[in-house]
């Protein structure tokens, strides 16, 4: 599966339009990431698990085309990522807002950078 394919068709049936930044940032991640990566067992919001399956439904039938014509499909959303991105981007607001942390609670497993 393409990733620019499934955009591409995501972007031509609207689904992009009404989704808030930390949205984006989880279905691109979802997209991105390696099927296998796990980056934790962070909760999903019932309005975001509506918009990676919108996008799933599109991936599968791009991912159909593609078979159809002998293009071997690519892996699925990967539902950790999109967990641990939108958890991240919705922190980054709050403390952008002067929230400081949301209390969100959970820790991810994605890769944390060295601190100096």
Known sequence: MSIDLVIGEALEAGL?????????????????????RDYGELELD???????????????????EEW????????????SAAATCSAMGQWALNWHAGCGN???????????????
């Open 16 to 36: 992009f339009t009404s989704l808030r930044r930390p949205q984006v940032a989880a279905v691109i991640a979802a997209l991105a990431a390696d099927e296998d």
């Open 68 to 79: 159809q014509h002998g293009i071997e499909p690519a892996p699925e959303l990967n539902f």
């Open 102 to 116: 949301s209390g969100r609670g959970g820790r991810s497993r994605a890769h944390a950078f060295p601190r100096r």
């Open 46 to 64: 019932d309005e975001l698990v509506t918009t990676l399956a919108k996008f799933e439904d599109i991936a599968y039938k791009v991912s159909t």
